[in-house]
T-cell receptor, first 114, second 112 residues
Framework: DADVTQTPRNRITKTGKRIMLECSQTKGHDRMYWYRQDPGLGLQLIYYSFDVKDINKGEISDGYSVSRQAQAKFSLSLESAIPNQTALYFC?????????????FGPGTRLTVL | GENVEQHPSTLSVQEGDSAVIKCTYSDSASNYFPWYKQELGKGPQLIIDIRSNVGEKKDQRIAVTLNKTAKHFSLHITETQPEDSAVYFCAASKVVGYIPTFGRGTSLIVHP
């Protein structure tokens, strides 16, 4: 089984709808991240969480919110989806440990907002 | 904040050739530089990284070099193979409170 899972893998929705993307991990990592990938723009950080009670905005948090329900679960919500939020979304995890900085990415969720 | 520039955006090579991808960063306090490979339909995966106290690091056919003075670092792939075809991302970060800033990616195409 994959260590970092994302659901759904694909989603098509309409403008104005509320959407939730979910991420679960079995790696026992304390840090979790949500990224957005657009063609030619790389990976842009939306939100990150260093533990269950810690939530931080990334560089493009407007229009998004998150919830860290447990150490293993981190959800991303679009309260009112708009077409320019059409993108590939990745969840990632990492471990707080000196000398260890690798991020582990999920398989991604492709979101289309019509 | 940190700004990472990555070039080229697309790189096409013949199998067996070498490939070089270059990145520059803006924050002189950055001291950790990972490279991720993203295969089609998958999430990025770390392939190599380098700390600022090291000038070069090798792992089989891949190597990374770092020039702290010029604030640039590069990924070198030798003897490229078709399975090297992917999108490669560089990133820069401070080790403390690790939040990487990613480059825009390079699509590497290796022709058989």
């Amino acid at each position: 089984d994959a260590d970092v899972t994302q659901t759904p893998r694909n989603r098509i929705t309409k403008t104005g709808k509320r959407i939730m993307l979910e991420c679960s991990q079995t790696k026992g990592h304390d840090r979790m991240y949500w990224y957005r990938q657009d063609p030619g723009l790389g990976l842009q950080l939306i939100y990150y969480s260093f533990d269950v009670k810690d939530i931080n905005k990334g560089e493009i948090s407007d229009g998004y919110s998150v919830s860290r329900q447990a150490q293993a679960k981190f959800s991303l919500s679009l309260e009112s989806a708009i077409p320019n939020q059409t993108a590939l979304y990745f969840c990632a995890t990492s471990l707080t440990r000196a000398g260890v900085y690798e991020q582990f990415f999920g398989p991604g969720t492709r979101l289309t907002v019509l | 904040g940190e700004n990472v520039e990555q070039h080229p955006s697309t790189l096409s090579v013949q199998e067996g050739d070498s490939a070089v991808i270059k990145c520059t960063y803006s924050d002189s306090a950055s001291n950790y530089f990972p490279w991720y490979k993203q295969e089609l339909g998958k999430g990025p995966q770390l392939i190599i990284d380098i700390r600022s106290n090291v000038g070069e690091k090798k792992d089989q056919r891949i190597a990374v070099t770092l020039n702290k003075t010029a604030k640039h670092f590069s990924l070198h792939i030798t003897e490229t193979q078709p399975e090297d075809s992917a999108v490669y991302f560089c990133a820069a970060s401070k080790v403390v409170g690790y939040i990487p800033t990613f480059g825009r990616g390079t699509s590497l195409i290796v022709h058989p």
